[in-house]
């Protein structure tokens, strides 16, 4: 398999360099309201962590969009920070296109299947998010001839590659459907996506057809969006 050099031009541009300061400032952004989250449920003792999914219970449906801003304790929260922060600027940095999408799908869909058909209890964290990101990012750059996003899948492999036993139900207390839900959605999405975000590519002069060098394609906007227990134990993840 050809693997394809990116344009240096492209990739070295002040356009891509500002993209990833971006990526960086709006993740950092979400970690933190997670952070300021978790300080005023702690220090108010709000027990915010009852708003979690309630599986197939109609109140729990509001923590299809709050689940993933709630976490059980400071050490739940540590845990998703760091594969939140870097994950996330990993797909708004090399992904910008789809970057919308994938979020508004990892924020969301592992609550909807988790609601739908995992056990009793209320399930609280924002890991299907970070298990969604793990599988596109590692799925993409398989599927895709850029280097960078092979450098990528290969980075998060390194990284993160002991969350796949996160999908299995080995574990009493945490969400393994929440886990598996959001890495389906993400090996689903890296399929659907995969024609977005490709970047231009280094040329040679010996490459083109017999009328000349082809043209290089245009560089696309490289700059990211925002997208915009049975006994009532919460369930991490």
Known sequence: MQIH???PHYTGSRQVRTSFRVAL???LAFVALLWLIQLFNWTLDLELQRFGVRPREWQGLFG?????????????LIANSLPLLV?????????????????????LGPGIAVWLFA??????GASGMAYGLVSY?????LIRRDRRAI?????VCFMYGALVWGVLPIQSGVSWETHLSGALIGIALAFIFRHLDIPPRRR??????????????????????????????PTLH
Do not use: C, Q
């Open 5 to 7: 050099m990116p344009d």
């Open 151 to 155: 450098a990528a899948s290969l980075l």
């Open 25 to 27: 400032e709006i993740v």
């Open 64 to 76: 299809i969009l709050l689940a993933p801003l709630l976490h059980a304790d400071f050490m739940h």
């Open 137 to 141: 990012i590692l799925v993409a750059g």
């Open 87 to 107: 994950l996330g600027t990993v797909m708004l940095h090399l992904y910008p296109g789809a970057a919308s999408r994938v979020l508004i799908a990892v924020y």
């Open 119 to 124: 056990k009793g209890g209320v399930h609280i």
């Open 204 to 233: 040679y002069s010996w490459e083109g057809d017999e009328g000349g060098d082809e043209e290089e394609p245009p560089m696309s906007d490289a700059t990211p969006k925002l997208p915009a227990s049975d006994n009532e134990r």
